[in-house]
């Protein structure tokens, strides 16, 4: 749909050739990424070598490009059930300290969301296969693909011995789909360290809202995920021989699940919107201005009827107002057969989108304060623990920071439109303490399209958008180069 409106200057145009020329093997480094099962949701130790070994495989990869990498021991990781299992590595790499050039720092994460071809993937979720341009695999969008993206733009400037316009630094994790443990205290620890001499941190773990047309991302959710547990005895029943007498762990936690929202999305929390900051006109007149096919955008999500008519509705629903989803049951039979148990321990898996200016500690006590009221008004016999699992912060980022225009010049070049300004409803964790803690500015600047499916059955990356991407961000470095002469 679109095409560079001006031919790119000097290096890039080499740099652009060299990434066309070399799309094959960029494609067959994803292959081998994606083939590792670095999933950091599920806690077991044959996934945590896993991740030990994707950790190995991306330094491996960054000291191929001649950085610098410290690969930082993250300690463990405690589990409710006092397991413990080790935290991957935190990678910190550096090439380039010259201090005439920019230092952006790129942030990324190399563990994927759980998946198994019984989930209903067409594919093998660990095997990358290309069907049309489209690269299936658990990780291709979330996120290796756009961590592979800046490496190759950084490789493509290095096999040419261009030089680098800026110094470039890594930081990259694999516990993101986790909640990015260990990773606020390193970066703390790391403020006056590696961050000090850090210009901007770039960011690229989200998507575009559109299937064709790149976007810029100045604002995310946060979250607070919920447990509840509903315990009887440790032990499952015959449903024969113990129904009909017991109060039975799931119907009171499906009664509790049931209590959280309403069919029109509200959250049945009481006091859960009084923080939400007020809408205000300028706000409403940037909804206007992005372009979303309503139509389309439900059709390609294959969802009947949406909540919400309207763009400007569905945007504000999605990026501005918090929004409650019920994820699952450990636990509970869902196996599939008909077995006739009764389920002695149940844990319903809830979460809370957070935005501007909720309190994350306000919430935890709101929804514990309404989780017991209504379990109080069952008069069960089960013991009911709510724990909040989780808490991560919404981000905001400051449009007017310089990475901002020099992302807008880089898609101008390699796209030939302006991008949409948008903000993201998912969340990444660590986005507002790098911000806060090293006093950096944080832009997103995604990669993929709106239907790559992230943290669902059939994950894609358009190989289009992983070698346009890798061109985009070897733009960007130059954009930065240039605009650091004027700061
Ligand atoms: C781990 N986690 C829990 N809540 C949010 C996350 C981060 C993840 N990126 C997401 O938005 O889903
Ligand atoms: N892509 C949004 C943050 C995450 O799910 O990894
Ligand atoms: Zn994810
Ligand atoms: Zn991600």
Redesign the pocket.
């Known amino acids: 749909m679109f095409s560079a409106s001006t031919p790119p200057p000097g290096p890039l145009e080499k740099v652009f050739q060299y990434i066309d020329l070399h799309q094959d093997e960029f494609v067959q480094t994803l292959k081998e990424w994606v083939a590792v099962e670095s999933d950091s949701v599920q806690p077991v130790p044959r996934l945590r070598r896993e991740l030990h070994r994707m950790a190995s495989l991306a330094a491996d990869r960054l000291r191929g490009l001649g950085a610098r990498v410290a690969s930082v021991d993250a300690g463990f990781q405690q589990l409710p059930d006092g397991q413990t299992l080790p935290i991957p590595p935190i990678l910190l790499a550096e090439l380039g300290s010259d201090p005439k050039k920019p230092t952006v720092c790129f942030y990324g994460h190399v563990d994927v969301q759980p998946a198994r071809q019984a989930d209903g993937w067409l594919t093998d979720p660990y095997t990358l296969t290309e069907v049309d341009g489209k690269l299936y695999g658990r990780g291709t969008t979330d996120n290796k693909g756009p961590v592979l993206a800046w490496i190759n733009a950084v490789s493509a400037f290095k096999a040419l011995d261009e030089d680098l316009p800026v110094n470039v630094k890594f930081l990259i994790e694999g516990m993101?789909?986790?909640?990015s443990l260990a990773l606020e205290e390193l970066v703390r620890k790391e403020k006056s360290g590696f961050f000090s001499s850090v210009d901007c941190i770039v960011i690229s773990?989200n998507l575009w809202i559109s299937r064709r047309k790149p976007a810029l991302i100045y604002g995310t959710r946060g979250?607070s995920?919920f447990t509840v547990e509903v315990k009887c005895r440790d032990q499952d029943f015959h449903s024969g021989t113990f129904g009909g007498i017991l109060n039975e762990p799931m119907a009171d936690l499906v009664a509790l699940l049931g209590s959280l929202v309403d069919e029109s999305g509200r959250i049945l929390v009481p006091g859960i919107y009084e923080r939400v900051a007020p809408v205000t006109e300028e706000e409403k007149r940037m909804y206007e201005a992005i372009d979303l096919d309503v139509g389309e955008f439900r059709s390609s999500s294959q969802v009947k009827r949406l909540l919400f008519d309207t763009k400007e509705e569905l945007l504000m629903h999605l990026w501005r107002y918090p929004s409650l989803s019920i994820h699952g049951i450990e636990g509970a039979f869902h196996e599939p057969g008909a077995k006739t148990v009764i389920p002695g321990r149940v844990t319903g898996k809830f979460?809370i989108r957070l935005v501007p200016h909720m309190d994350m500690s306000v919430v935890e006590t709101q929804v514990k304060q309404h989780l017991e009221y209504i379990f109080s008004k069952r008069n069960s016999s089960n013991q009911m623990t709510v724990s909040m699992a989780?808490g991560?912060h919404p981000w905001i980022a400051n449009i007017s920071d310089h990475q901002y225009l020099a992302a807008k010049r880089a898609i101008k070049t390699v796209f030939g439109t302006e991008p949409d300004m948008i903000r993201d409803g998912?969340?990444?964790?660590i986005a507002k303490t790098l911000q806060d803690t090293t006093q950096k500015s944080v832009i997103m600047l995604p990669l993929g399209a709106v239907d790559d499916g992230e943290?669902s059955q059939n994950e894609k990356i358009n190989r289009w958008n992983y070698i346009q991407g890798s061109k985009l961000f070897a733009a960007f470095f130059l954009e930065m180069a240039k605009l650091r002469s004027s700061w």
Do not use: K, R, V
Request: hydrophobic residues 25%; proline residues 7%; without cysteine.
């Open positions: 993101e789909e986790a909640g773990d979250n995920y979460s989780l991560l998912s969340t990444i964790p943290h």
